[in-house]
């Protein structure tokens, strides 16, 4: 599904080139669930947002689904990212005007769904997720394992092929944590193939794959369980 | 303390230098606005103020009650200035001015100069000072003119030695110069060039004895503390006591009214050129709110930015005091650096505000009006626009701030939104205002006037000119370049000589019924392009017309039913109407046509009407009208004009409130934009994550820019709501000042909503497509 060769990515500030990736490759297989480790400041969100489509590469080659994306237009990225990909962020990434249940209509309004399959494509989603009675409330009045729940719902509302999570139990307790990780599991096995970055080797065991990286570079990769394909 | 403030106020300034160059940029347009709106009401506010005295001089004007109304008239009969004397022991003095023009020679130098004749009480009335001679004995001869520097440079090329010089004037006896005045200063009612002594003009007037014609300007001076009221009754009483006339009346205007406040209904004051004063203050006001508005969003909105900063400090142990010390430094900082670049505005644009205004304003910071109006101005905006968001933010409460209970800016959010409609109420009034009274100008210019003003050469009638019409007249058709040429004894847009106590046939009460007339040459309403629609013109002998007249279709009209050619019109003799002409406009070209009737005649003539064939260059022909002019009227010098660009000068007023309030308009919608520009900034900042978790999930570029431009296109709205109503008020009660006036049109109110729109579309769409192009990952990275 994903085929990234020597990807680079700089960035330039005034002062200072920063190389954050630099000749990165690896394959992801549909319906894989694969970790990416590494220490702080070794270009892992830079990585997930370039999957992500939410940026773009300076150099070498990205294929999605055999597509080469890597000189998209926002245009295209933005048309790609809203029908295939689904994220879920450390920090959650929700939206504070809105109530639990219009974050997670937001995707399907961007793809043009219609308002009431969206309103029972919507209720499905927060009955699974479990903050079903939760819909009304904003943000703010939800616990962060609550909110990185609607964050989940959010990601897969429009049915993605791929997830890409970054760091998504950092902000939660371990036991929060652990239901999060159950949730990307079931998703993983429901098919939904998931890219995540962790810091946890505890996360990191739900995995199939774990890929370390420093400075921008892969150095090992483990795998863990057998990875069958579907 | 106060070191520590400054140092602070200019490290923020520095560090938002986007929004600091709004503020001052905005608060500098609004200062530089206002100061010149200062100073041309300063200047307005200080006419005839060089008048020594002046609560104590006053004008005579004269009431006179027609079918019931009182009219007031700038003319009185040449023996009330002495009669208030004797009669009214307040009065101090009295002078009389009548206004003349004088062809002067002084060796090769000839000048045809504008002046009065004058009593001996006016130098003192007026307080015309004397370089050389003195008031008591400049008008000891009767052959004796006192002249201004001014005219003495021009006749003499110097101002010293010349008293005693005689002075040659065209079919007179030369005048002997007694005295030498100061020249007038700009802004005065009354200016003065040269002035001779009355008598000189009424010795060979007799008319001027009686009190019959009235056709001086009447002055007085009263005495110190005399009773105003008291005074203004017993001059109220003369005129019928002297005339046994109780129609009419003399009462005093006083010296400081006489520029703005100058407009009479039925005998007393109902404002003047004091509206425009009004006006202009009140623009200026609200360009400065409008510029400090900018400040106090911008301020706000940047403070909820620094809330955490104010909890810190504040939880640190800063002081409220502090706190609000500090912002108010910063905006007096502000509004300090916007002065100084207003100053500089000010020099830069005064001159073309002079040439817009016709004024000579000078900027003068030795003046103290002026240092004290531009501190005084930065102090209020300064305060004014700190004070609020001083109290707002120096009012957050730590604890608040740290938990996001109370997300910071709840009040401050819709005070903010409440102060953009405000912006944008003023805004869209002003482009309302705008677009109506230029609409209003177009229609009067495109008036049907009756008459065709096109390609008509005026020309005012002097020295030998009526003696040698007929000879004038030949040459100038010989020419091949005219069409017509004709005589008239008023000028074709002045309200002219009036005269009631008419009767005519089928008329009632004709006597009261104010009836203007005119001598004109045979030619005359085929020259202007007037339409005869029944009858006759005058033939080309004038003598077989001589109690004949034409008269307007308002004239007609006032002869009931029926037609109106071969009726008697009586007045000092019997005259029969032969023609009646179409209405044209006169005298007040809003106004509906008052009735006229033309007698024929040249007698009388003062302006000389030559229409020129079409398609001839006007420089070549007026060339050729020059040579005739000078062959039969060799002493005086060729003056012309043409009858489209006197038309001009009677909307001069209106065409001045239209560049006026074009210019203000723009300012103040420039000056919201300011403002505007920097809020959608300053949104799009603050909705930048946001924006980039909706460009994450899929949302469109258009998608986003909606959503920042929906918040103001709505405030905008309400602003349209608002000012339209608002705009139809004003605008309408302007309206009824005219009665040629266009009817309140409705696409003018959507026209301007459009164009506030379309402006505000254009600022925010900078900010908004800039947010919305980001790539999401940066929006992201607040991590
Ligand atoms: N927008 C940016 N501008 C400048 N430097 C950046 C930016 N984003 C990331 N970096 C730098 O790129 C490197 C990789 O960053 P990142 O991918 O966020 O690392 P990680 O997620 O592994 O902690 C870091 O050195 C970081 O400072
Ligand atoms: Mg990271």
């Not at chain 1, 080797?201 to 394909?229: C, P």
């Not at chain 2, 946001?690 to 905008?716: A, D, H, P, Y």
């Not at chain 2, 729109?757 to 999401?776: G, Q």
């Amino acid at each position: 599904m994903i085929k990234i060769t020597d990807l680079e990515k700089y960035y330039s500030t005034e002062e200072v080139r920063t190389i954050a990736l630099n000749g990165l490759s690896f394959k992801v297989k549909e319906g894989e669930f694969v970790a990416v480790m590494g220490p702080s400041g070794c270009g892992k969100s830079t990585l997930l947002n370039i999957l992500g489509l939410l940026d773009e590469p300076d150099g070498g080659s990205f294929l999605f689904n055999g597509i080469e994306v890597a000189g998209f237009n926002e245009r295209k990225r933005s048309n790609l990212r809203k029908h295939n990909i689904g994220f879920v962020f450390q920090s959650f990434n929700l939206i504070d005007e809105l109530t639990v249940f219009e974050n997670v209509e937001l995707p399907l309004i961007y793809t043009g769904v219609k308002s009431a399959d969206r309103k029972e494509r919507v209720n499905e989603v927060l009955e699974r997720m479990q903050i079903m009675h939760r819909r009304k409330h904003f943000p703010q009045q939800l616990s962060g394992g609550q909110q990185q729940r609607v964050a989940i719902a959010r990601a897969v509302i429009n049915r993605p092929k791929l997830i890409l999570a970054d760091e998504p139990t950092g902000n939660l307790d371990s036991s929060n944590g652990n239901e999060v990780m159950e949730l990307l599991t079931e998703l993983n096995d429901a098919g939904t193939t998931i890219v995540m970055v962790t810091h946890s080797e505890h996360d990191a065991k739900y995995s199939h794959r774990i890929i370390r990286m420093l400075d921008g570079q892969k150095v090992t990769e483990n795998v863990l369980a057998d990875f069958k394909g579907i | 303390m106060l070191g520590n403030l400054i140092n602070i106020a200019v490290r923020n300034i520095r560090k938002n230098q986007g929004y600091s160059i709004l503020n001052i940029t905005g608060l500098a347009l609004g200062i530089t606005s206002a100061c010149l709106i200062f100073l041309w009401v300063e200047n307005e506010t200080n006419f005839d103020s060089s008048i020594p005295d002046q609560e104590r001089v006053f004008y005579v004007p004269i009431n006179q009650k027609y079918k019931g109304e009182w009219q007031t008239f700038h003319a009185s009969p040449g023996p009330l200035a002495a009669a208030l004397k004797k009669e009214i022991p307040e009065v101090n003095k009295a002078g009389r001015l009548v206004n003349a023009n004088l062809l002067f020679k002084v060796g090769d130098n000839i000048i045809n100069s504008n002046g009065h004749y004058a009593d001996t009480d006016i130098f003192e009335i007026f307080g015309l000072s004397f370089i050389e001679g003195n008031a008591k004995t400049a008008f000891e001869n009767l052959n004796s003119i006192v002249i201004t520097e001014e005219t003495a440079e021009k006749l003499f090329g110097t101002v010293e030695g010349i008293v005693g010089k005689s002075i040659f004037v065209n079919n007179s006896p030369p005048l002997q110069i007694s005295g030498v005045i100061e020249d007038s200063p700009a802004n005065v009612t009354y200016k003065f060039s040269w002035l001779c002594p009355f008598q000189h003009y009424s010795k060979e007037n007799s008319w001027t004895q009686t009190y019959d014609n009235n056709f001086v300007d009447t002055f007085v001076k009263l005495i110190p503390g005399a009773d105003r009221i008291a005074v203004d009754n017993k001059v109220r009483d003369i005129l019928p006591l002297l005339t046994q006339d109780n129609k009419q009346e003399a009462f005093l205007h006083s010296s400081k009214d006489w520029h703005l406040r100058s407009k009479f209904q039925n005998g007393v004051i109902v404002g003047g050129a004091i509206e425009f004063v009004q006006l202009f203050s009140l623009i200026a006001i609200i360009i400065l709110l409008i510029a400090c508005i900018n400040f106090m969003n911008l301020a706000t909105a940047r403070s909820e930015k620094k809330a955490n900063e104010v909890g810190v400090r504040k939880a640190l142990g800063s002081s409220k005091k502090i706190l609000i010390a500090q912002f108010l430094t910063e905006s007096m900082m502000t509004a300090s650096m916007a002065a100084g670049v207003a100053v500089l505005l000010l020099y830069l644009l005064l001159p073309y505000f002079n040439n817009l205004v016709e004024r000579d304003l000078t900027i003068g910071f030795n003046e103290p009006a002026h240092l004290i109006f531009l501190i005084g101005i930065t102090l209020v905006c300064g305060i004014f626009a700190g004070l609020y968001p001083a109290f707002y933010l120096s009012s957050f409460k730590p604890l608040d701030i740290f938990k996001r209970i109370n997300k910071p800016g709840g009040s401050a959010v819709s005070l903010r939104k409440g102060l953009i409609v405000t912006q944008f109420i003023f805004s869209i009034v002003f482009i309302i205002s705008t677009l109506i009274v230029f609409l209003q100008i177009q229609h009067i210019k495109s008036r049907d006037l009756g008459f065709n003003k096109e390609n008509v050469v005026q020309i005012p009638v002097n020295g030998n000119i009526i003696k040698n019409y007929n000879s004038i007249e030949e040459d100038m058709f010989a020419l091949g370049l005219v069409q017509n040429v004709s005589m008239n004894s008023s000028e074709i847009f002045s309200s002219g000589s009036n005269g009631s106590g008419l009767s005519w046939q089928g008329g009632i009460e004709t006597e009261d019924v104010l009836i203007r007339y005119r001598w004109i040459t045979s030619n005359f309403i085929e020259t202007l392009g007037m339409e005869i629609v029944e009858g006759r013109n005058f033939s080309n002998n004038s003598r077989n017309d001589s109690l004949n007249i034409i008269i307007t279709q308002s004239f007609a009209k006032l002869m009931g039913p029926g037609s109106a050619v071969g009726r008697i019109v009586t007045a000092d003799k019997n005259y029969t109407v032969i023609g009646v002409v179409k209405d044209y406009v006169y005298g007040d070209i809003y106004g509906p046509s008052q009735p006229v009737m033309f007698l024929s005649g040249l007698d009388e003539a003062s302006f000389l009407y030559v229409r020129l064939k079409p398609g001839i260059p006007q420089g070549m022909v007026l060339g050729s009208l020059q040579k005739v002019l000078k062959r039969h009227n060799p002493a005086f010098p060729f003056e012309y004009t043409f009858v489209d660009r006197v038309f001009q000068t009677k909307f001069k007023r209106e065409i001045l409130i239209s560049k006026l309030s074009q210019i203000f308009a723009l300012i103040a919608i420039l000056i919201s934009c300011l403002g505007l520009f920097g809020l959608s900034a300053f949104t799009a900042e603050q909705r930048k994550k946001e924006i980039g978790i909706r460009k994450t999930l899929g949302s469109s570029v258009l998608n986003i820019w909606r959503l920042l431009f929906q918040e103001f296109l709505f405030l905008i709205l309400i602003a349209i709501i608002i000012a339209v109503p608002i705009a139809y008020l004003l605008l309408s009660q302007w309206l009824q000042g005219f009665a040629y006036r266009i009817d309140m049109n409705f696409w003018v109110f959507i026209i301007a909503g459009a164009i506030a729109i379309l402006i505000a579309l254009l600022t925010i769409s900078f900010h908004a497509v800039k947010a919305a192009k980001n790539n999401p990952s940066n929006n992201l990275r607040t991590e």
